[in-house]
DNA sequence: TACGGTATAGTCCATATGGACTAATCGGAA
DNA sequence: TTCCGATTAGTCCATATGGACTATACCGTA
């Protein structure tokens, strides 16, 4: 039932994402993403932008709604997501938010977790949480049957620090929870549109 | 000078490293590498892994040293790990230590980096924790720019946990910097050679 | 006006990845 | 004995990725 959004990548995401905001053409996005350091959250390169853009395109995830030309500039196709798209995303970031293999994937997600309403981000985050916690629990009891066993501290370093990295995103995730259950700020882009983009327009 | 290391992967260095183990033929490897959990630090695919052995013994970082038969079973052909092979895992944790972005490549390299003497380690990480310490410091003032422009809060919930996470690496970090500098516990290969499997060998 | 550098807007290709598929053998139950 | 499923040991291919390359237009300077 959710299954079309399966083959989504982090970039395809976030290219649909940022179609919400308004219509693009592909050089706007990739400067957008940039400027805004989307790039730190994913790697950004020009070939797998561009193949990104037009996988979505034949998905039927966005469609073409105008092709303009600057000057003599090459043309550019300005782009525009669709209802399977806005869908896709949502469905997306539905399957992701949850999970804790794919850390890159969960960022993305979180990143536009505000597409889904604040009960359900509840809910997923703490399926998260759970899950976390088990996560958490296996390291410790790892790293404890393997100091009884003797296995030297310099073998145990990269576990340590796992361990230590999953103890503070539990602490994050429970106050992230607890204000969010609790409606400390607002949620969802109806509550707050994302606010236009007040830099310079490229073309102009 | 370091040049030629550059084009490992993150299970290209784990093979190598294991191999350094002891000589070894790819699926006993696989299972090996799955038994240890090392799919949690990267993950490990039929696929990927044996192309991965191809690719290594192509750039001549491992060889053959001999086929053996099981029964009537297919051939497995044993590998062995040559000096180039060795060096390349040396230089590559050289290289990947002290760097902040590839979070994967740096789990690696931490969970390798008993391969280098402990005052290297010591600077490596040194130079990690100074770069960690910037990025931290950029995400913490973006985050107050943010909220004094009045960006909502919840379109930077991704950014405060990455910052959050942040400082939990640099307070693990300075800790293990800080002990290993005091030789708290004991380093390198020679100091303890990692424990023969005692697990119940494959074919026999 | 010539000229060099940067911004624009991509294309192209070698390589890496994931996962479905193959094929033989072994062990145990009916 | 025969059949079923798991284990062993990989192969193969479609797809994704990174990064080098192209080509034009604009802008400031000498």
């Known amino acids: 039932m959710k299954d079309p959004a399966c083959k989504l990548t982090p970039l395809g995401v976030m290219t649909l994402a940022l179609l919400r905001e308004r219509d693009m053409h592909p050089y706007e996005m990739l400067r957008l993403m940039r400027q805004r350091h989307h790039d730190k959250l994913v790697p950004i390169t020009n070939g797998t932008f561009y193949h990104t853009v037009a ?37 997306w970031v539905h399957a992701e938010l949850p999970r804790i293999d794919h850390p890159l994937e969960f960022r993305v997600a979180l990143a536009e977790s505000h597409n889904l309403p604040r009960e359900a981000v509840v809910d997923l985050l703490s399926e998260r949480r759970a899950a976390l916690t088990g996560e958490h ?62 830099e310079r327009r490229l073309s102009e």
Chains 1, 2 share one sequence.
């Not at 034949?58 to 525009?80: H, M, Q, S």
């Not at 796992?162 to 969802?188: C, K, M, N, V």
């Open 137 to 198: 629990r296996l390291y410790r009891d790892g790293l404890e049957g393997a100091r009884a066993k003797g296995v030297p501290e310099q073998y145990r370093v990269q576990t340590e620090r796992q361990a230590a990295l999953l103890g503070a995103e539990l602490t994050w995730l429970d106050a992230l929870i607890e204000r969010l259950a609790a409606s400390a700020f607002p949620w969802g882009p109806d509550a707050e549109p994302h606010h236009v983009t007040t």
């Open 55 to 91: 996988r979505l395109q034949k998905a039927g995830l966005l469609a073409e709604v105008g092709i303009d030309r600057d000057g003599n500039r090459p043309e550019r196709t300005t782009y525009t997501v669709t209802d399977a798209g806005t869908d896709a995303v949502v469905d």
